[in-house]
């Protein structure tokens, strides 16, 4: 998974370098398209995806530091897989998904890189060849020195904050159909809610300047339980609180934005 987009020849390349040395390896592409240095957004993704991908070994390039002094690490995970990246935050959050990490080793070993490494493309020159020495067989520990796992880098996935009758959430991910996914699970909802209901009007409260900034919706469970356009509030298919409007855009539809706080109440 990376920013590097389709255009350029960096996804391929990255492969290639896979292939070149471990040609039995099958490679999944998550997705190259995540928003040019956002690493929450590719921390997000990858929250979501992994724990659908069979155990292995998964690099992940959102790297705007590439180059400085952020450490290149390997995390291995209580499921078996390891993670491969950066150390700036994008890894953390689907490692706990996948059993959480067990042990941290920073990229360091020259014999496990490209011979000649860049200061602009590590994907290619050190995350790619690790990955691929991991799928022969190599063992981590021999990817460079061990790291204390409570030095990583935090995810930048936000947590909704739980208070007495509402649920304090932020936009964190808005997806193609223009659907909003918000910091927070149905737990955390009805952790401050109690249980909700199909059909159950709540208000989600815009923080903006000025009056009228709030959405009068219904929790649901899916979009065809409203009519064309109705927004609703719903668990979507990663467990997380979602905004989506029936057939459109909810994001459009709302000028919802990234970052953006909300409040979610009975009205």
């Known amino acids: 998974m990376s920013d590097f987009g389709a255009r350029d020849p960096s996804a391929a390349i990255m492969r290639g370098v896979v292939l070149g040395i471990a040609p039995d390896a099958r490679i999944v592409d998550i997705s190259h398209e995540v928003h040019k240095f956002a690493i929450r957004d590719g921390a997000l993704l990858l929250w979501c995806a992994l724990p659908y991908l069979p155990v292995g070994f998964h690099v992940a390039v959102v790297d705007p530091g590439v180059g400085t ?10 499921r078996g897989d390891v993670l491969i990246g950066p ?10 998904r996948l059993g959480g990490v067990t042990t941290v080793h920073v990229l ?16 290619r020159d050190i995350f790619a060849p690790a990955a691929a020495h ?15 796992p409570a030095t990583l880098v935090a995810s930048p996935i936000r947590e909704p904050a739980i208070r007495a009758s509402e649920l304090a959430s932020s936009v964190v ?24 209901r199909a059909g159950e009007p709540l208000s989600i409260d815009l923080d903006r300047d000025g009056p009228g900034h709030t959405i009068r919706t ?50």
């Open 173 to 196: 991910y808005v997806d193609t159909f223009g659907n909003v996914k918000l910091a927070g699970l149905r737990a955390d909802l009805e952790a401050a809610l109690g249980p909700v």
């Open 108 to 123: 360091e070993a020259p014999e496990f890189r490209l011979p000649v490494v860049s200061t602009s493309f590590h994907g």
């Open 69 to 78: 002094a952020r450490l290149p690490v390997a995390i291995a995970t209580g």
């Open 134 to 148: 991991l799928a022969r067989g190599l063992d981590v520990a021999r990817l460079g020195p061990a790291l204390d």
């Open 218 to 267: 219904t929790w649901q469970a899916t979009f065809g339980e409203v009519a064309v356009s109705e927004t609703l509030l719903y668990e979507d298919s990663y467990g997380r609180l979602c905004i989506a409007a029936s057939q459109a855009d909810a994001a459009a539809k709302h000028g919802l934005v990234e970052d953006l706080a909300v409040t979610i109440r009975r009205p």
């Open 87 to 96: 150390d700036n935050g994008l890894l953390p959050a689907a490692a706990a």
